[in-house]
């Protein structure tokens, strides 16, 4: 594995060396690691289904789970899906950002049966952080890339976590610093005219709102038997090795904490290691750091990591979503 490690408040990175050897790996149809602004990304050439098949492989990931195609522009977005006047809307007011649009997809588009695990519709991506849509258009594919995490562990905002879970299976790691939102994108299905939320992410649900000029539907509540899902909400998810404990009041005996706000819990002084994820209750701020304390907190080998009450709001209905899933039973692993 090979690591370019740029600054991206350096004009000219996108002339490095390194530069062309990324897009000449992935036209070979190997894996990348990239960076964007919300976790890092495994990618690999949308297009093909071998190098697909190696992200499945890489991250033990089952097939059924389709990936998000990330692209340069809506433009290039318009030629792999269909968008109604919803989809443009958000498309506009929200690229390059950390939203994800679920359309149909177009019978021409180029993009593999599985990356979208041969559903008629695609995941489409413009991300804000600019390494993976500078690698996008100058390698001129679209890049599949699910979260650089082995399935179902926790995502990685940092290039030292991707190389420590899947560094085996890479041929390059783009380290471009910690991923500013930390949180991955918000899902927003628009295909049967009823915008609906797959997953909450790092655009708050009420900033899309305003946008629609309605509500969104939750994915958990269809409407129609057959309406969309995102096949990856598996209910346990982003679990460490440690169990994890929601809206703890207290610190139990030989717990680690995970701590929010300026509130000390009772028993906090006795905890194994405590991160606060916002000592002043900024939930981005909060999000930002969320991943890389759960694999801190993890290394310290608590059997029980405790989480203060995080509230709702905002990025606090994506962080909570994450925790829920971090402490949802566990699948039991075959023997
Ligand atoms: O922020 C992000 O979205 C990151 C970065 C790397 O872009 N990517 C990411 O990918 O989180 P991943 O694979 O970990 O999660 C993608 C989710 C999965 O739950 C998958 O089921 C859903 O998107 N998905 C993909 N295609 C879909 C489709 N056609 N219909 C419904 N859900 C879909
Ligand atoms: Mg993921």
Same mark, same amino acid.
């Given at each position: 594995?090979?690591?370019?490690?740029?600054?991206?408040?350096?004009?000219?990175?996108?002339?490095?060396?390194?530069?062309?050897?990324?897009?000449? /790996?992935?036209? !070979?149809?190997?894996?990348?690691? =990239?960076? @964007?602004? %919300?976790?890092?990304?495994?990618? &690999? *050439?949308?297009?093909?289904?071998?190098?697909?098949?190696?992200?499945?492989?890489?991250?033990?990931?089952?097939?059924?789970?389709?990936?998000?195609?990330?692209?340069?522009?809506?433009?290039?977005?318009?030629?792999?899906?269909?968008?109604?006047?919803?989809?443009?809307?958000?498309?506009?007011?929200?690229?390059?950002?950390?939203?994800?649009?679920?359309?149909?997809?177009?019978?021409?588009?180029?993009?593999?049966?599985?990356?979208?695990?041969?559903?008629?519709?695609?995941?489409?991506?413009?991300?804000?952080?600019?390494?993976?849509?500078?690698?996008?258009?100058?390698?001129?594919?679209?890049?599949? /890339?699910?979260? !650089?995490?082995?399935?179902?562990? =926790?995502? @990685?905002? %940092?290039?030292?976590?991707?190389? &420590? *879970?899947?560094?085996?299976?890479?041929?390059?790691?783009?380290?471009?610093?910690?991923?500013?939102?930390?949180?991955?994108?918000?899902?927003?299905?628009?295909?049967?005219?009823?915008?609906?939320?797959?997953?909450?992410?790092?655009?708050?649900?009420?900033?899309?709102?305003?946008?629609?000029?309605?509500?969104?539907?939750?994915?958990?509540?269809?409407?129609?038997?057959?309406?969309?899902?995102?096949?990856?909400?598996?209910?346990?998810?982003?679990?460490?090795?440690?169990?994890?404990?929601?809206?703890?009041?207290?610190?139990?005996?030989?717990?680690?904490?995970?701590?929010?706000?300026?509130?000390?819990?009772?028993? !906090?002084?006795?905890?194994?290691?405590?991160?606060?994820?916002?000592?002043?209750?900024?939930?981005?701020?909060?999000?930002?750091?969320?991943?890389?304390?759960?694999?801190?907190?993890?290394?310290?080998?608590?059997?029980?990591?405790?989480?203060?009450?995080?509230?709702?709001?905002?990025?606090?209905?994506?962080?909570?979503?994450?925790?829920?899933?971090?402490?949802?039973?566990?699948?039991?692993?075959?023997?």
């Amino acid at each position: 594995m090979r690591k370019w490690t740029l600054d991206l408040t350096q004009d000219g990175w996108q002339n490095a060396a390194e530069a062309d050897a990324v897009c000449d /790996a992935i036209e !070979a149809g190997e894996l990348v690691a =990239v960076p @964007t602004e %919300t976790v890092y990304g495994l990618a &690999a *050439d949308a297009t093909r289904s071998s190098a697909c098949a190696k992200i499945f492989a890489a991250k033990g990931r089952p097939q059924f789970n389709p990936l998000i195609s990330h692209l340069p522009s809506l433009e290039a977005c318009t030629e792999h899906g269909i968008f109604d006047e919803d989809a443009l809307k958000l498309a506009r007011a929200f690229w390059p950002g950390p939203l994800t649009l679920v359309v149909p997809k177009k019978p021409q588009s180029t993009i593999c049966d599985l990356a979208t695990a041969g559903l008629d519709t695609v995941a489409l991506r413009v991300p804000a952080g600019p390494v993976m849509r500078f690698l996008a258009e100058k390698c001129g594919t679209p890049l599949a /890339a699910p979260s !650089a995490n082995i399935s179902g562990k =926790v995502s @990685t905002t %940092t290039a030292d976590a991707v190389t &420590a *879970d899947l560094g085996a299976s890479l041929s390059f790691v783009v380290d471009a610093g910690p991923c500013s939102v930390g949180i991955e994108s918000t899902i927003v299905a628009l295909v049967d005219g009823t915008p609906r939320l797959l997953r909450p992410g790092g655009i708050p649900r009420k900033d899309l709102e305003t946008v629609l000029g309605r509500a969104l539907i939750d994915a958990s509540t269809p409407t129609k038997p057959d309406a969309p899902q995102a096949p990856g909400m598996l209910s346990s998810h982003y679990a460490p090795s440690a169990a994890v404990r929601l809206d703890a009041r207290t610190v139990q005996d030989g717990e680690a904490l995970l701590a929010f706000g300026p509130h000390r819990l009772p028993g !906090a002084d006795d905890a194994i290691c405590e991160i606060n994820l916002s000592p002043s209750s900024d939930l981005e701020e909060a999000a930002a750091r969320l991943f890389a304390a759960l694999r801190h907190l993890d290394t310290y080998g608590a059997e029980i990591i405790c989480v203060q009450t995080i509230p709702m709001e905002g990025l606090g209905e994506a962080i909570n979503d994450r925790l829920k899933r971090a402490a949802a039973p566990r699948p039991i692993p075959p023997s």
